[in-house]
């Protein structure tokens, strides 16, 4: 009889790790060589960008080519495809998809606790944890470079990461099961963790963006992104980047999408525990607008909606975002989810410590009668990023550190952390050989940037700035 991987013994477990180095040896995991069938990366960002709104392309585009960063934040369908050649132990996991360092930041949870977690699911999917890590541990490199760093430098921040990681699944594997589900960090805890390694001006710096995360809730937002017109609280216009549906449609295609959105509102509230539903059913949709966001999901279908409470100052801001198939689906698999806007909410529900409570899925019919997967969540909730230019190669290792740990965390929740745990082992083989990997990845990266402005620059592709 097969005995289900989850109740073999934690000795088993360990063993079918540690036998997995024999599949993809932890120095096998160092350097990185481009397939030899390898797509062109422009090709790849403009199939996305071929399924998404035509007008807002550009700007996608012109958001990409400011700088090998910003690529590589938009890019994460090229690095899917090139994660796919590399060596992997077998061994799976919920992935967050697109774990870049811009991703893990401060959150709110629903006590009104300042959390540290990750913050970006929309390519959320089950596969290879190695994955993520190597995702999180380009990225360093990358800002490390726009930053200055030497290599030796950014090669001390991204063994200080993985390191994070591999310590914390050793540690998460020696817990019981609700030890593991209920850690989560929070912003008092890391201060108090970090601060005999942060100077003074970091301290300062630390305590700014936790101001600047409570700062960012909705009532800023609905200051920020409304004003009274016609004796109304409405949106107020910002284009291309912010445009009300009114300003958008007109005639019968307005009056047909506004009442779709209003049923999104009353269906999506279906998928939230009761008491939320209950919640939400206390407000009312008073207007909406298309926003773009990010770069890499510039020219994906994303409305913010304003409702309202008890009265017109009493705001609640959702955003709506479509749901694409995630990047890793051709690679990892398709997933258990037959709507995309499920699998985003599923995932970052098993990944987070804590979730919004207004975060759901639905799906809605756009003017052109395509039914399409969204997600909604609220558009602020005391959310705040880090500034990846202001980081001293001492500032990223810490922040580094806290990423790893953080991502160490989600994967053990639903990956066999048993068996993760012993793969990486005691040593920091895995450490260096991902530091290799990330350095040479940071090359490729560089590469298909350029290939993205000259792609510009020849007139394939126009890109605007916005």
Request: hydrophobic share 40%; charged share 30%.
């Amino acid at each position: 009889m097969t005995v289900d991987a989850r109740w073999r013994s934690p000795g088993e477990r360990a063993a079918h790790g540690k036998a997995a180095r024999k599949k993809a040896p932890r120095s096998a995991h160092a350097g990185y060589e481009p397939a030899a069938d390898r797509a062109d990366p422009v090709d790849v960002v403009a199939e996305q960008s071929a399924r998404r709104v035509p007008e807002l392309v550009p700007i996608r585009y012109g958001r990409m080519i400011e700088s090998p960063f910003r690529f590589y934040r938009g890019a994460a369908a090229v690095m899917a495809g090139d994660l796919a050649h590399t060596p992997r132990s077998g061994l799976r996991a919920q992935l967050c998809g697109d774990a870049h360092m811009l991703n893990f930041r401060l959150l709110a949870s629903p006590e009104r606790r300042l959390m540290f977690d990750i913050n970006d699911f929309d390519e959320t999917l089950p596969g290879p944890w190695e994955w993520d890590v190597k995702r999180l541990a380009a990225s360093l490199v990358i800002a490390g470079r726009a930053n200055g760093f030497s290599a030796s430098e950014r090669a001390g921040v991204v063994r200080a990461a993985v390191g994070a990681y591999r310590r914390r699944m050793r540690g998460f594997a020696g817990m019981g099961n609700l030890q593991v589900w209920y850690t989560r960090f929070e912003a008092d805890q890391l201060q108090q963790q970090f601060a005999p390694m942060m100077g003074g001006e970091d301290v300062v710096r630390w305590e700014r963006a936790r101001a600047r995360a409570r700062a960012h809730d909705t009532l800023q937002a609905f200051d920020k992104l409304t004003r009274v017109i016609g004796g109304r609280r409405l949106i107020a216009p910002d284009p291309p980047l912010l445009v009300p549906l009114r300003d958008l449609l007109d005639g019968d295609a307005r009056a047909s999408l506004e009442k779709e959105i209003a049923r999104l509102v009353e269906r999506y509230g279906h998928t939230l525990q009761p008491d939320r539903r209950f919640l939400l059913d206390q407000y009312r949709l008073a207007d909406c607008a298309r926003k773009v966001v990010g770069v890499g999901s510039v020219g994906t279908r994303c409305w913010i909606l304003l409702l309202l409470g008890k009265d017109d100052e009493d705001p609640l801001f959702l955003q709506a975002k479509e749901a694409e198939e995630s990047v890793l689906a051709p690679y990892a698999g398709p997933g258990p989810h037959r709507s995309q806007g499920e699998r985003v909410v599923a995932g970052q529900r098993l990944m987070q410590a804590t979730s919004d409570i207004f975060l759901g899925w639905e799906h809605l019919y756009g003017v052109d009668g395509r039914q399409r997967d969204f997600y909604v969540r609220q558009l602020r909730d005391w959310k705040g990023i880090v500034v990846a230019e202001n980081l001293t190669p001492g500032t990223m290792t810490l922040f580094g550190e806290v990423c790893g740990a953080t991502l160490a965390r989600a994967h053990a929740r639903s990956g066999d952390r048993i068996a993760i745990a012993a793969y990486l082992g005691g040593s920091d083989v895995f450490d260096r050989a991902v530091a290799g990997f990330a350095e040479a990845y940071a090359d490729q990266n560089e590469r298909d940037h350029r290939a993205l402005v000259e792609a510009v620059r020849g007139g394939r592709l126009r890109a605007e700035s916005a």
